[in-house]
């Protein structure tokens, strides 16, 4: 057998466990999708798209610019704007460093950002500490980088930093401290547990790492990715990492307008310190030399004019609705032996079910869902391979994001239905 002609980081990246999810909704389109992490279709906003790109190519005055090329950090106005705005969600003093325009990149959506920061900070064979459960794709991004994942588990307020102290101390004594770049954290309405990291919790991470950094030679990061902080519809709203005194050098702050606007827009941000800034924009360069231009003049104006954040209020009460949809019709039909928490924000509701179902996607559940016409994502795909613990079988997230509420009551209806057979109570 010939030998490939591909390089070790193509013979190492398998398929992304959200393209087999997207691709067997496409092809079984009666299912029922409580799985991929979709936006509602029905909410995109049409009107103010329209209404915006008719400024802008209403003269070539305002219409070149937008369809030339931009700068590989991002159009100026909207970097001056994303500041500005994460700034104002912190409660940060007006001229706050961390909050500099100059940290602002702009990015084909934050997943780019995401792919990117791992070239640029990791190695093959470096270790990521991630949260227990995470997000699945970041664990694909790192697979395909040849990253060594090892997962911090969730408390109700983010990550217990009880067992963060414990790994970096094992991670010291076996002599692979060195090999640890970041800690990578979902901080709000987590994907796929809905919870959301305390500003307490944050700071005491940031703290444990850096007393780690002289033994691990290099700084270690904070990775705090926000991309569902604009979906909340209970409670208030929580600081950033950015905010706590004395580490703005070692948080790496990552957003997206996708989610909170329109996700076929795809543009996301990051505030980054350097020379972390600098390295990343270089990288990004090689890629595609800067985002679509006219897609970030597209939402530099929705901002500017108010519609972005109109369409935000009206996004968050949409879901609201969604979301306590699919906790009742939960209540209703699923069996007492279930759990999950009510989402407050984000995409998600996260259910455990006991110990001797498994619902991993070669899991009779799964196969009997998928009969009945309603699929999930086993929560097994979000779970690092970490030698330190089995990873676990027995969980779904459930998406109300794309469904209409009466598709999501049907399909949760559907759900219950298997678990009832699966649950003898």
Same mark, same amino acid.
């Given at each position: 057998?010939?030998?490939?002609?591909?390089?070790?980081?193509?013979?190492?990246?398998?398929?992304?466990?959200?393209?087999?999810?997207?691709?067997?909704?496409?092809?079984?389109?009666?299912?029922?999708?409580?799985?991929?992490?979709?936006?509602?279709?029905?909410?995109?906003?049409?009107?103010?798209?329209?209404?915006?790109?008719?400024?802008?190519?209403?003269?070539?005055?305002?219409? @070149?610019? +937008?369809?030339?090329?931009?700068?590989?950090?991002?159009?100026?106005?909207?970097?001056?704007?994303?500041?500005?705005?994460?700034?104002?969600?912190? %409660? *940060?003093?007006?001229?706050?460093?961390?909050?500099?325009?100059?940290?602002?990149?702009?990015? =084909?959506?934050?997943?780019?950002?995401?792919?990117?920061?791992?070239? +640029?900070?990791?190695? /093959?064979?470096?270790?990521?500490?991630?949260?227990?459960?995470?997000?699945?794709?970041?664990?694909?991004?790192?697979?395909?980088?040849?990253? $060594?994942?090892?997962?911090?588990?969730?408390?109700?307020?983010?990550?217990?930093?009880? @067992?963060?102290?414990?790994?970096?101390?094992?991670?010291?004594?076996? %002599?692979?401290? $060195?090999?640890?770049?970041?800690?990578?954290?979902?901080?709000?309405?987590?994907?796929?547990?809905?919870?959301?990291?305390?500003?307490?919790?944050?700071?005491?991470?940031? @703290?444990?790492?850096?007393?780690?950094?002289?033994?691990?030679? =290099?700084?270690?990061?904070?990775?705090?990715?926000?991309?569902?902080?604009?979906?909340?519809?209970? %409670?208030?709203?929580? /600081?950033?990492?950015?905010?706590?005194?004395?580490?703005?050098?070692?948080?790496?702050?990552?957003?997206?307008?996708?989610?909170?606007?329109?996700?076929?827009?795809?543009?996301?941000?990051?505030?980054?310190?350097?020379?972390? $800034?600098?390295?990343?924009?270089?990288?990004?360069?090689?890629?595609?030399?800067?985002?679509?231009?006219?897609? @970030?003049?597209?939402?530099?104006?929705?901002?500017?004019?108010?519609?972005?954040?109109?369409?935000?209020?009206?996004?968050?009460?949409?879901?609201? *609705?969604?979301?306590? *949809?699919?906790?009742?019709?939960?209540?209703?039909?699923?069996? +007492?032996?279930?759990?999950?928490?009510?989402?407050?924000?984000?995409?998600? =509701?996260?259910?455990?079910?006991?110990?001797?179902?498994?619902?991993?996607?070669?899991?009779?559940?799964?196969?009997?869902?998928?009969?009945?016409?309603?699929?999930?994502?086993?929560? +097994?795909?979000?779970?690092?391979?970490?030698?330190?613990?089995?990873?676990?079988?027995?969980?779904?997230?459930?998406?109300?994001?794309?469904?209409?509420?009466?598709?999501?009551?049907?399909?949760?209806?559907?759900? %219950?239905?298997?678990?009832? $057979?699966?649950?003898?109570?």
């Amino acid at each position: 057998m010939k030998s490939s002609a591909l390089s070790q980081l193509g013979r190492r990246t398998g398929p992304p466990a959200i393209s087999w999810l997207i691709q067997l909704a496409l092809t079984r389109p009666n299912l029922i999708s409580l799985a991929a992490g979709f936006t509602d279709n029905p909410s995109l906003p049409v009107d103010d798209a329209r209404a915006v790109l008719d400024e802008i190519l209403a003269s070539p005055r305002t219409g @070149q610019p +937008a369809l030339q090329y931009g700068s590989t950090a991002g159009d100026p106005l909207l970097r001056e704007l994303t500041a500005e705005r994460l700034r104002h969600l912190d %409660g *940060a003093k007006r001229g706050a460093a961390a909050y500099a325009v100059e940290r602002v990149v702009i990015t =084909h959506g934050s997943q780019q950002l995401l792919y990117i920061l791992a070239e +640029a900070l990791c190695d /093959p064979g470096d270790i990521v500490l991630v949260e227990d459960p995470t997000y699945f794709v970041f664990l694909g991004i790192a697979q395909s980088h040849g990253l $060594r994942c090892r997962g911090i588990r969730l408390n109700e307020d983010g990550i217990d930093l009880e @067992q963060l102290e414990h790994t970096l101390a094992a991670l010291k004594r076996s %002599g692979e401290l $060195r090999r640890v770049k970041l800690l990578y954290l979902v901080s709000y309405y987590q994907n796929p547990t809905g919870i959301t990291t305390s500003l307490a919790k944050k700071v005491a991470a940031l @703290q444990i790492l850096k007393r780690y950094e002289r033994a691990a030679g =290099h700084p270690i990061y904070l990775l705090e990715d926000a991309a569902y902080r604009e979906l909340r519809f209970t %409670g208030g709203d929580v /600081p950033s990492a950015l905010t706590a005194k004395g580490f703005s050098e070692r948080v790496i702050y990552t957003g997206t307008y996708s989610k909170p606007f329109a996700t076929g827009i795809r543009v996301g941000f990051g505030l980054l310190p350097e020379p972390l $800034r600098t390295v990343v924009l270089n990288i990004k360069g090689n890629h595609d030399f800067g985002t679509a231009h006219l897609l @970030q003049k597209l939402l530099a104006r929705a901002i500017a004019s108010g519609r972005y954040e109109k369409h935000l209020v009206e996004l968050r009460a949409r879901y609201a *609705a969604k979301a306590a *949809a699919m906790h009742v019709a939960m209540k209703k039909h699923f069996p +007492a032996a279930v759990q999950w928490r009510r989402a407050e924000g984000g995409l998600y =509701h996260w259910a455990r079910l006991p110990a001797r179902v498994k619902t991993g996607v070669k899991s009779k559940f799964f196969q009997a869902a998928l009969a009945r016409g309603v699929f999930y994502v086993p929560g +097994a795909l979000c779970y690092a391979d970490d030698s330190s613990r089995s990873k676990p079988d027995g969980e779904m997230r459930l998406s109300f994001g794309s469904a209409g509420i009466p598709d999501l009551r049907t399909g949760i209806e559907r759900l %219950g239905t298997v678990l009832r $057979r699966f649950i003898k109570e």
